[in-house]
Nanobody
């Protein structure tokens, strides 16, 4: 069993930055993927980015390319999401997730989820 706990959300102005953290405990996913999703009220959960734990290979949704950066700290078993140049449309609850499948992009391809952390971007 894997437990994921997100932190770092909050209220920021457009153009500002936030850094989200996701601490993992239990079984490690070093050979698989960690991802970030977001969900606004009334909308479906949206893929943001993922990282292969072992290699550091990353993939980003077009909406966040050049603005968001996913990274991990192997020693701390933690994945981060650095969010820069934030826009009001980035407002959502952000979730980290873990997957044992290859190249996961859909929510159903992830097996473990954090509780979410709210990110609100004001204009």
């Amino acid at each position: 069993q894997v437990q994921l706990v997100e932190s770092g959300g909050g209220l920021v102005q457009a153009g500002g930055s936030l850094r989200l953290s996701c601490a993992a405990s239990g079984r490690t996913f070093s050979s698989y993927y960690m991802g970030w999703f977001r969900q606004a009220p009334g909308k479906e959960r949206e893929f943001v980015t993922r990282i292969r734990w072992s290699s550091g290979t990353t993939y980003y949704a077009d909406s966040v390319k050049g603005r968001f950066t996913i990274s991990r700290d192997n020693a701390k078993n933690t994945v981060y999401l650095q969010m820069n140049s934030l826009k009001p449309e980035d407002t959502a609850v952000y979730y980290c997730a873990a997957s044992y499948r290859a190249l996961p992009r859909r929510p159903y391809e992830y097996d473990y989820w954090g509780q979410g952390t709210q990110v609100t971007v004001s204009s």
